[in-house]
């Protein structure tokens, strides 16, 4: 049997029903979107027009502002990258979170190798920023902020809004990469100016995401990072990848962040029940989270043994990465100040709309039944 699949925070099988959208388009409607001259373009563009629609329309932003890209890494480098060359005349300071995914802190890194200063706010035990402490960092010279709505590690929901408040009062510009959010929990662009999404966390496939841009109060400048054909009002050059942007509006169109939540947090509590072992803990905040999300560490067990004991009943991932053969614990939990025996014996748990309750129960006993074999020979 292939282990039980808990790990859809680094990504979800393609629902049949995204799968079915996006089949025509690989064989009989396979012309260029920027075709004009004749019904395959057309075919092509009104695809993709639909599928920008139902993306904007979700989130509450016009067809205009939304720019297909490869996906949320894509999106963040747009957005920072893109951001800092508009705006670098007005300034060169950027604010950012110690525990966003890389594709935001690579790109922050990058932009500090060319001349800007880039703080990284602290979070509290729960992975929360303080939002007083964020205003305090705001200066003269700050041009973005840099927020996740909700992180791919501990699942915690940021206050997106109030941020995007604290920033427009300053004319500063916000960027949210909510590559865990869209379609898992309610979302939209009130109060944010760019906002990254992917489709591969949400049963579209990967290799499609797109970049909200605003428009409107204020209207956006963006450097372009891709030259070219002029694609995307210029933003983002390469001809549309039409089969995936269908797929992508499909999945968006489909996922209910209402019911569907309702389900995955009922799994998800049931396996932290199940999972009632001594010396467990739960990573991040306990309501404040996305919900198929659950990340624990556990005491007196060693963290190596425990994933490779655990490997081959249930796909999940740990809290640590192999870098040049070291193990280091995960910047996300070292920056909520797990110490470093609880954050090498972590796991992440993604539920996603697939699971079963049959899945969590099997689970929970392999966990409880790995880590009582491991402590028993210790
Ligand atoms: C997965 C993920 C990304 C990267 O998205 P890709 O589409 O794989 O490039 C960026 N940010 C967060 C929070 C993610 O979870």
Excluded at 93 to 98: A, K, L, N, Y
Excluded at 156 to 180: M, Y
């Amino acid at each position: 049997m292939r282990p039980i699949y808990l790990d859809n925070h680094s990504t979800t099988r393609v629902d049949d029903r995204v799968l079915a959208a996006m089949l025509p388009f690989f064989t009989e409607h396979y012309g260029n979107a920027a075709s004009v001259t004749h019904a395959y373009g057309w075919e092509a563009e009104a695809a993709v027009t639909q599928a920008r629609e139902i993306v904007a329309e979700t989130i509450g932003a016009t067809p205009e502002e939304i720019i297909f890209t490869s996906g949320a890494t894509e999106a963040n480098n747009l957005a920072i990258k893109g951001v800092a060359e508009a705006y670098f005349s007005q300034g060169r300071h950027i604010i950012t979170v110690q525990t966003e995914h890389n594709a935001v802190l690579d790109p922050c890194r990058y932009l500090e190798s060319l001349g800007f200063e880039v703080t990284y706010l602290n979070v509290d035990r729960f992975g929360l920023i303080c939002l007083a402490e964020l205003e305090k960092a705001m200066r003269e010279d700050t041009i973005l902020v840099s927020v996740m709505v909700a992180n791919n590690e501990i699942g915690v929901i940021q206050p997106i809004d109030k941020i995007g408040e604290l920033c427009h009062d300053r004319n500063i510009l916000f960027h949210t990469d909510a590559a865990q959010a869209i379609g898992k929990i309610p979302l939209t662009v009130q109060n944010v100016d760019l906002m990254s999404i992917t489709g591969h966390k949400l049963y579209a496939p990967k290799g499609i995401g797109a970049l909200y841009v605003r428009r409107k109060n204020p209207r956006v400048q963006l450097s372009a990072q891709l030259h070219g054909g002029g694609h995307e009002r210029g933003m983002r050059s390469g001809t549309l990848y039409t089969p995936l942007i269908v797929g992508l509006g499909k999945a968006i169109e489909i996922a209910d962040p209402i019911s569907e939540a309702v389900q995955t947090r009922q799994l998800r509590d049931r396996l932290w029940k199940q999972l009632n072992l001594d010396g467990i803990h739960l990573n991040g905040h306990p309501t404040q989270r996305l919900p198929g999300n659950l990340n624990i560490s556990i005491e007196n067990v060693d963290g190596q043994a425990l994933l490779l004991g655990l490997q081959s009943s249930i796909a999940v991932s740990s809290g640590s990465a192999c870098t040049a053969a070291k193990i280091e614990p995960s910047h996300v939990l070292r920056a909520i100040g797990a110490p470093d025996p609880l954050a090498f014996a972590s796991i992440r748990f993604g539920i996603g709309r697939f699971n079963t309750e049959e899945d969590i129960d099997r689970a929970a006993n392999c966990v409880r039944e790995t880590v009582q074999t491991l402590r028993a020979a210790s």
